[in-house]
């Protein structure tokens, strides 16, 4: 294949002809965005060698592609200028977010060794809480492969997956903290949405919100083998929070999960009160091993609802056919389990605990509670369960 040298000073158009060729980028002094852009739309190898940093100064839009591989070797760097970033990144349709760099297609695959930076710090630095977008956001795809990639400094989510399928990220490592040792807070390192068969494995995370989040409508997803460092957990939802709109979680296996200093492990959590509806149904939680997390595993059937409010209008969102299984570690508190669902029938079925071993770095002995639901499997004498 002819090698074509693109100068990012320009933006590039390619003919049909070059289809099959590799574009080797190279940063032009200015924004490097377009013509990123404009060779990862005209040619099927795109290179960004060891050594260089693309600065993208505007938001990125590589949608519509097809048969692509960047091989991203040096950097991508996102400008911190945030009163940009706030007027003009990519609106995203779930919880007001926005998106610094759109990516979709058909047969995409980003790797390389190399680096995203969307230079968060300036954020924290100015204080400026409002408005941060997610770094990536794979959209309206089929068979994406991002594998061998390093994410950093994300000012809100680091990845989001939404209307796609078969979406692989393997060998990833994500670092979300800020310069102070502050919580560094919506740094989640996936959350899916509206997106089926989504494999997340052999990564390593460190940030200051979920770990992975299954948003609504997500199924067929498999999580293995992710080392995360204070996170909040391997989550299921929240589910159910607005009126009159129906949340669906099925088919979720996570497995080989290493957590250390989080604030939840294995979670699920959903609305009650006069909101939403749906279901979770078919989740795994298998081979957790936790070290020092406030709460080793949560079920929240009643999630920023008062138990008042909860009782009177208990959830809409069913829970059914989980399992938690071979879940060690120590906790930070005395209860080191908190399986709590709504009151009322069939809200929490088919749970199952098994292999279940947690201490509590506490004195005494650590507590295993839930409510209104009946445990099945190997460890469910060691739960003390009530009504409400």
């Known amino acids: 294949m002819k090698a074509i040298a693109v100068a990012l000073a320009l933006a590039a158009s390619f003919s049909a002809a070059a289809e099959a060729a590799t574009c080797t980028l190279s940063a032009s002094g200015g924004d490097d965005g377009p013509a990123l852009a404009s060779a990862l739309k005209g040619c099927a190898t795109v290179t960004v060698p060891s050594g260089v940093t693309l600065a993208v100064n505007t938001a990125l839009n590589t949608t519509g592609l097809a048969n692509v591989h960047l091989s991203l070797q040096g950097t991508i760097r996102f400008s911190s200028d945030y009163t940009y970033w706030q007027k003009n990144a990519f609106p995203q349709t779930y919880q007001d977010t926005t998106t610094m760099w759109l990516l979709g297609g058909k047969s995409v695959t980003v790797d390389g060794g190399g680096t995203i930076d969307g230079q968060a ?5 100015a204080g400026v809480s409002s408005g941060k977008p997610i ?6 795809s089929n068979g ?9 400094g994300s000012p809100f989510w680091n990845n989001f997956v939404r209307d796609s399928t078969n979406v692989i990220y393997d060998g990833i490592s994500i670092t979300s903290t800020r310069a102070d040792g502050k919580q560094a807070q919506n740094t989640d390192g996936w959350d899916t949405y509206r997106s089926t068969f989504v494999t997340i494995q052999n990564s390593k995370i460190v940030n200051g919100d979920d770990c992975v989040s299954f948003k609504p409508n997500s199924s067929y997803i498999t999580v293995y083998n992710l080392d995360c460092t204070g996170s909040h957990g391997i989550s299921v939802g929240s589910l159910g929070q607005y009126p009159g709109v129906q949340d ?5 296996w996570a497995e080989k999960i290493n957590m250390t200093t989080c604030s939840n492990g294995a979670r ?7 909101v939403g509806y749906g279901k979770v149904d078919n989740v795994t939680f298998t081979g957790f091993t936790e070290t020092n997390v406030d709460h080793p595993m949560i079920i929240d059937q009643c ?23 071979g879940i060690s570690g120590t906790g930070t508190k005395q209860e ?7 009151p009322g029938p069939s809200t929490c079925t088919k749970i199952q605990v098994n292999k279940i071993q947690l201490k509590t770095t506490k004195k005494g002995a650590a507590t295993y509670t839930c409510t209104n639901l009946s445990l099945t499997g190997s460890s469910a004498n060691l739960f003390t369960c009530t009504s409400s």
Do not use: M
């Open 303 to 325: 999630y920023s609802t008062s138990a008042a409010d909860c009782k009177a209008n208990p959830s809409k969102v069913t829970i059914s056919n989980v399992n938690f299984n």
């Open 248 to 252: 669906i979680i099925t088919n979720i």
């Open 336 to 342: 080191v389990a908190s399986l709590v669902c709504s």
């Open 121 to 125: 710090q300036a954020w924290y630095d």
């Open 268 to 274: 699920i959590k959903a609305w009650a009160g006069k």
């Open 135 to 140: 770094l990536l956001t794979v959209t309206q």
């Open 144 to 152: 994406v492969t991002i594998k061998n990639i390093k994410q950093v």
